[in-house]
């Protein structure tokens, strides 16, 4: 729009900037409450499963929204009380404690992390323990232990401390039966232990 007082040099106007500076358009957000005509100012989540996504309500639609809004409706007793285990968290991914569980978190085991182009393929591949032939005392030994046959040389100890501590006469009261049952363990230790397993 063209000052009355200008007169174009040339005939034609040919200035880029517009005599008057665009009003900037407000940007009015309207009550995302049916029927609400009031400015929408006020963001609240739009409901439980969809936390990231916002309603914009005036004040007081967002108030009203705000009180019917019951963070646990539609959840099982079971759903709460896992939401509730789970807020101790911070909702954040756990593990169990152990052994095998830090080899998950070490990457070491399975595919914990997103290997799209296969580059950790051959590591991630690695099965748990090379595949071994037992001979049969190794099986008997392994079995009056209660352990599997993959049970690595470090789950072999930790059982055997464990069965130890069980069977001693000072934790039976010098009951024979258990001090037979020891006596079987220790011998099975001992064939484990010699047969090199790791
Ligand atoms: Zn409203």
Not at 56 to 80: K, P, Q, T
């Amino acid at each position: 729009m063209a000052r009355p007082g200008y007169k174009p040099r040339f005939g034609k106007d040919m200035r880029i900037k517009p005599d008057v500076a665009r009003a900037p358009v407000k940007q009015v957000r309207v009550c995302d409450s049916k029927g609400c005509a009031g400015e929408g100012n006020f963001r609240v989540p739009a409901s439980r499963d969809k936390i990231n996504e916002h309603l914009w309500f005036c004040l007081e639609h967002a108030r009203a929204h705000n009180e019917h809004w019951d963070y646990f409706n539609g959840m099982s007793e079971a759903e709460i009380e896992a939401f509730r285990v789970d807020a101790v968290t911070g909702h954040r991914p756990t593990w169990p404690l152990g052994r095998r569980a830090a080899r998950m978190r070490n990457g070491h085991d399975g595919h914990p992390y997103d290997d799209r182009y296969g580059v950790f393929a051959d590591v991630a591949e690695k099965p748990r323990a090379p595949e071994r032939r037992l001979l049969r005392p190794q099986i008997v030994a392994l079995d009056t232990l209660g352990l599997e046959a993959s049970a690595t040389l470090l789950e072999i100890k930790a059982r055997y401390k464990e069965l130890v501590k069980r069977f001693h006469p000072d934790a039976n009261g010098g009951d024979r039966g258990a001090e037979e049952r020891l006596k079987q363990v220790i011998k099975a230790y001992g064939v484990l232990r010699a047969s090199g397993l790791t």
